[in-house]
């Protein structure tokens, strides 16, 4: 092979070109991939960002709504019941939270119209008032039995006189009673479901244990109640 000489090989390197430059028209092009790319990643961002602030608002929206609905239903719940007796009217604060089932249970017998008409049907003075169909008294029996030592009690524990009670024996249909206490009875919470107080009235309650009764404290006059309002607000 002819050995190519030294001149021949600097001839042929001047004649190789230079590198070519970029193009102005490829350097646009860049610009506008990038400035493209740029924004869609821009509006991706903001895109994702509003949809998390609606899905948070929605959510606050959601417990918001059921907040409201659950102040709604606690506001429809009664918290007063009054008596419309022969005598006058006897208001009553119930005891919702210490003794939810038994003022749901009294709240369905108003609504049922269970002691429209009912009769009081025992007396007791400085005891207790029971209004009620059932002819079973065994609640107040002991109570009844021990009148003079009740008597005798002293006249301080004022928040156990005019208490609305009912018996602790399950209720049937027609057996829903009710007790209002005119005096202190130490083991009242042991004798009745306490649920109400009474609040208005205390006049009428001990205007009805005045009336008559016979030896077995059972009203000589026909005296009970009319009708009961259940209200949430008085």
């Not at 001047?14 to 590198?19: E, G, I, L, R, S």
Request: overall charge neutral; charged content about 30%.
């Amino acid at each position: 092979m002819a050995r190519i000489k030294p001149q021949a090989l600097l001839q042929q390197s001047k004649k190789k070109k230079a590198p070519r430059s970029i193009s102005i028209p490829t350097i646009a092009l860049y610009s506008v991939v990038t400035v493209v790319m740029v924004f869609f990643l821009f509006a991706t961002y903001r895109h994702w960002s509003q949809r998390s602030i609606l899905q948070t608002e929605e959510v606050s929206s959601t417990f918001q709504v059921e907040d409201e609905f659950s102040d709604t239903k606690k506001s429809d719940i009664p918290r007063y019941a009054i008596f419309n007796t022969s005598k006058g009217l006897i208001t009553v604060e119930l005891y919702k939270e210490g003794s939810p089932e038994v003022v749901d249970e009294f709240i369905d017998a108003c609504q049922k119209g269970h002691f429209k008409g009912m009769l009081f049907q025992r007396v007791v003075k400085h005891f207790v008032i029971q209004g009620g169909n059932s002819e079973n008294h065994a609640v107040i029996e002991d109570w009844t039995s021990r009148e003079k030592h009740y008597n005798q009690l002293e006249k301080r524990l004022k928040h156990e006189a005019f208490m609305l009670g009912t018996s602790n024996m399950k209720h049937d249909k027609e057996g829903f009673d009710i007790f209002i206490t005119t005096a202190p009875i130490p083991d009242l919470n042991a004798k009745l479901n306490v649920f109400g107080r009474v609040i208005k009235g205390e006049d009428i309650v001990q205007e009805i244990e005045e009336v008559d009764t016979d030896e077995h404290y059972r009203p000589k006059s026909r005296i009970g109640i009319i009708d009961v309002t259940l209200k949430q607000k008085i």
